[in-house]
């Protein structure tokens, strides 16, 4: 029994030894993104880290995972979801966005998440890793719709999921649409469109108002003024007005992007323009405002019925040749587990001209870079966070199978709805 029970100690010992001395996958083809493919390489993690890469990596003590003949990626982002906040579009009580009011900058999208989501697993298994999830995703009363939160796709709860809560301040910005004017008007009624402006003015000036209501009180904040009462929504604001959050503005035809950089040139912010369906002759004017871009979904019909059939596969293109930084997202649609087919959207854009290297950042170091994380994720880097996926080929590939799905160093679980449905039927009597 003592000998025993020693053997069973030792054992123990050397698996905790193993697992406090990480794991690594070897004789793998790893793709840094931003450096060159390392055939049979090595990457080496401990504590949820990149500790080494490379083609010899002394990894003494470490937990092995033959990588022969597979291929490691950095896990990708997703920049435009809803997970966690919607789960059956058609009944109302799982769904948490588009909340009331015309300004709500204090929401924010991350204490609203569900880890329990059966949408996150089913996105994580196809190799996306984190996501950006929104607070609104259709249009509504909002124009201020909260601050859109950086998730891991992995944890128990939203504190566990948390990388960033305050990515962005998602601004749903006003459209102007001509209206038809009926056919049968009353003598001396007012013109559609002139109704329309009118609406679409005042919806500026009260976005302008709210936004100099937030400067006076940061003002007033810093002045001497003792006993100013503390007010959430303009609180919220002070970031985005110091340049520290940017605002994401969702702008979809070239007349709306072009408004929204000239509002935020106006007011001085950082700005992200999101859900951008055409780029007309923006190009230098966005790329001279410094302005990034979320694009997507490219699997999509085109924004007019007399447009070219492959005017959203096209588009990524024409931003990379314009030299204008972008990621992709899926972004919210009927379809919650639209978000898994991110890969295929970035490669929809690498079939229609955008160099697959672009196509493959475009989800990776570029989408890092954007939301101001590229220092801990992105690509395979010592020092970065772990996010990690091991295929057997080309992840924006259909035919490719991810294998293992590694989140801050943590092998996730590969079960998902889909799975259990699979192995449920496949058994039935």
């Not at 909340?99 to 569900?114: C, K, M, R, S, T």
């Not at 400067?215 to 810093?222: G, L, N, Q, S």
């Amino acid at each position: 029994m003592k000998r025993a029970a020693l053997i069973l100690l030792v054992a123990s010992i050397a698996a905790w030894a193993a697992d406090d001395a990480g794991f690594v996958i070897e004789h793998a083809t790893i793709h840094p993104v931003t450096a060159p493919d390392i055939p049979d390489g090595s990457v080496l993690v401990k504590d949820g880290k990149i500790v080494a890469v490379g083609a010899h990596v002394n990894a003494r003590g470490a937990r092995r995972i033959d990588g022969k003949g597979l291929h490691v990626y950095p896990g990708m982002i997703n920049s435009a979801t809803d997970l966690g906040l919607s789960e059956i579009a058609a009944v109302r009580e799982t769904n948490d966005t588009n909340e009331l009011g015309e300004f709500d900058p204090q929401l924010q999208a991350l204490v609203a998440v569900n880890p329990a989501s059966e949408h996150i697993p089913v996105t994580r298994v196809n190799g996306v890793t984190s996501a950006i999830t929104l607070p609104a995703t259709e249009t509504g009363p909002e124009m201020i719709a909260g601050q859109a939160a950086l998730i891991h796709l992995d944890g128990w709860t939203w504190e566990q999921m948390d990388i960033q809560p305050d990515a962005a301040m998602e601004i749903i910005f006003p459209t102007l649409r001509a209206p038809r004017r009926p056919f049968f008007a009353a003598p001396g009624a007012p013109a559609p469109f002139r109704e329309t402006q009118r609406a679409y003015d005042e919806k500026i000036r009260r976005l302008k108002d709210f936004f100099e209501q937030a400067r006076r009180y940061e003002t007033a904040k810093k002045g001497p003024e003792a006993g100013l009462e503390r007010h959430l929504r303009y609180e919220a604001m002070i970031p985005v007005l110091d340049g520290k959050t940017p605002v994401l503005i969702v702008a979809q035809r070239e007349r709306e992007m072009k408004a929204a950089l000239a509002f935020a040139r106006e007011e001085k912010v950082k700005v992200i323009l999101a859900g951008c369906q055409e780029l007309g002759k923006l190009g230098p004017e966005i790329k001279t405002a410094g302005a990034s871009v979320i694009l997507g979904p490219t699997l999509a019909m085109p924004l007019e019925e007399d447009m070219p059939y492959d005017q959203a596969y096209a588009l990524p293109n024409e931003f990379y040749k314009a030299g204008i930084l972008f990621a992709l997202g899926t972004f919210p649609g009927e379809v919650e587990h639209e978000a898994r087919n991110l890969p295929y959207q970035a490669s929809m854009a690498a079939a229609f001209g955008l160099p697959k290297d672009e196509a493959l950042r475009a989800v990776t170091i570029n989408a890092a870079k954007i939301w101001g994380v590229a220092d801990k994720l992105g690509s395979i880097e010592t020092g970065k966070v772990a996010d990690l996926i091991l295929t057997d080929g080309d992840p924006l590939e259909t035919r490719t199978s991810v294998k293992k799905v590694f989140i801050a160093g943590r092998e996730v679980d590969m079960t998902t709805r889909q799975t259990e449905l699979y192995e449920l039927y496949r058994k039935r009597p």
